[in-house]
């Protein structure tokens, strides 16, 4: 597609950060680059704003917020996911062209994903994106699977204490896992919305950096931190019961928390099955240890995106 012009929803958070970013380092590629927002998250975006983003005032779930735009980029967090299926139908409304669900990490529409929770409003999502494409002939959609980033392999969420040097993982160290760095998942991002479309009006960009165990990630670790970590490992049916326990309890985000611990450490499952589509980019991926060792650096420095 020649010089887009592109809108993101839920730019203000953890990915949104660095796609941003990402897009203003190519700001020249695109006709218009802007972020949907509300009245009262303005302050948010002062600075992206500053540097070349407009910011459109608006509801997702209203076509105004999307006329003049070509393609919308959805980084919205789990708890608004299921918005999508609307903001889907206003953008389309709108005249948008190009839609890309907040994805980014394994495929959810396959395999032992299909029955857990935590990938259940992706699932839906993309079924509705699935069932409105054959009614919409300029209508399309693109999905980016990254596998995991690594920079939440030095997350809590993911079992991982650097400065305590612990891991906890519900399942089995030898599952391994496709990773890539949210830089790398940005350009992954900005570079495919100037790629030409799809005949069958669906892409699937599957571009992770990497497959490495837990072993293999906890070594590495364990070799750039100079230290040795202490690993626990937990059934994966007390993942199972500690998100029973939160569902019960109303608290949403620690169900979804626990049912994706579970799958982090579920042996035999393959998050973003292959051939992958790396080659199609202008770039080498990161390798999980030089990842590392930038990310601390970066951290160190206090250069993090
Ligand atoms: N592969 C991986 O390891 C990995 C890791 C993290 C995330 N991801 C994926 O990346 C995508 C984005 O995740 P994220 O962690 O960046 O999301 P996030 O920071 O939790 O939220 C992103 C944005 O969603 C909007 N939002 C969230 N909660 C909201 C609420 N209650 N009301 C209104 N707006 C709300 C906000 O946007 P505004 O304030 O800008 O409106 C927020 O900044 C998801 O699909 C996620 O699964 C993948």
Known sequence: MASPSVILIGASGWLGNYVSLEFLRNRSSFTRLAILTEEHKRHKFADVEA???????????????????????????????????????????AGVTEFYPSEYGSDGHQGEFLSNGYWREKQRTVAHLRAVVPQHASFNYSVVMTGHFVEFALMPLFGVDIAKHTFELYGSPGRAGEWTSARDAAKYIVQSTLLPKSESRERWFRVPGGLYTWREVIATLEKVQGVKYTCTYLSQQEAVDKAEACRKAGDVDGELAFLLKKNLGELGVVGVPQPWDNEVFGFEPEGFEQAVRRILEERSEGLQE
């Open 51 to 93: 540097k070349g983003f407009e910011l459109i005032i608006g509801s997702y779930t209203d076509a105004a917020s999307f006329k003049g735009f070509d393609t919308v980029i959805s980084l919205l967090g789990n708890l608004v996911m299921k918005d999508q299926p609307a903001i889907i139908d206003a953008a389309i409304a």
